[in-house]
Nanobody, 126 residues
């Protein structure tokens, strides 16, 4: 069982930046593909960014490409999401996700099963 805890959410004005962090429990962190997903009220959870276990593969949704950067530190069991040039449409609850499937598969087919954090709220005002 993997336990994920996110932090770093908050309120920011458009154009600002935030860095989300997610710490994972367990000794096998480096074997998990990690992802950030987001959800707003009434909508399905959507993929934001994914990183492979080794960190050498990353995938981004078109809406955040060029503005967000996902990274991980396997020595610390941490995954990060650096968010720059934030827009009001980035407002959502952001969730950390760990999955045993490959990064390319998760980017193509979505997150089935796996483990979720409790989420952290990001609010961007115009």
């Amino acid at each position: 069982q993997v336990r994920l805890v996110e932090s770093g959410g908050g309120s920011v004005q458009a154009g600002g930046s935030l860095r989300l962090s997610c710490v994972a429990s367990g000794p096998t962190f480096q074997y998990y593909t990690m992802g950030w997903f987001r959800q707003t009220s009434g909508k399905e959870r959507e993929f934001v960014a994914i990183i492979s276990g080794s960190g050498d593969e990353t995938y981004y949704s078109d809406s955040v490409k060029g503005r967000f950067t996902i990274s991980r530190d396997n020595a610390k069991n941490m995954v990060y999401l650096e968010m720059n040039n934030l827009k009001p449409e980035d407002t959502a609850a952001y969730y950390c996700h760990a999955n045993g499937v490959g990064a390319r598969a998760m980017a193509k087919y979505g997150a089935s099963g796996g483990h979720w954090g409790q989420g952290t709220q990001v609010t961007v005002s115009s």
